[in-house]
């Protein structure tokens, strides 16, 4: 059974970084385009960073660039979202999801939230 599970999440003060894990079981994260998403209360679900299957191509939302990282460890079959410099305004809950090859580029995946497998989500709280 596909079963994807965040962790990493937590409350951290602003300016403060967290790392996200994204940790697969029942099949091999490396054949699968990733994504991570967030979604805070009353707002829609948003794609903050993906990477491809391929080639491992990123794509990270305006908000985020120069601030979040995404990388994949194929051996661990685990994805990870590195957040640094977090800002009140991005307390969400946080989701990784997977879907197997590149069905189109990875900021289009990414801006149509176009993946079939989806984690639990894991908070992530910005306050002081």
């Known amino acids: 059974q596909l079963q994807l599970v965040e962790s990493g999440g937590g409350l951290v003060q602003p300016g403060g970084s967290l790392r996200l894990s994204c940790a697969a079981s029942?099949?091999?994260?490396?054949?699968?385009?990733i994504g991570w998403f967030r979604q805070a209360p009353g707002k829609e679900r948003e794609g903050v960073s993906c990477?491809?299957?391929?080639?491992?191509?990123?794509y990270y939302a305006d908000s985020v660039k120069g601030r979040f990282s995404i990388s994949r460890d194929n051996a661990k079959n685990t994805v990870y979202l590195q957040m640094n410099s977090l800002k009140p305004e991005e307390t969400a809950v946080y989701y990784c999801?997977?879907?197997?090859?590149?069905?189109?580029?990875?900021?289009?995946?990414?801006?149509?939230?176009?993946?079939?497998?989806w984690g639990p989500g894991t908070q992530v709280t910005v306050s002081s």
């Open positions: 999801a997977a879907e197997w090859g590149d069905i189109s580029t990875v900021q289009d995946m990414c801006v149509k939230h176009s993946y079939d497998y």
């Open positions: 990477i491809s299957s391929s080639d491992s191509t990123t």
């Open positions: 029942g099949f091999t994260l490396g054949y699968y385009a």
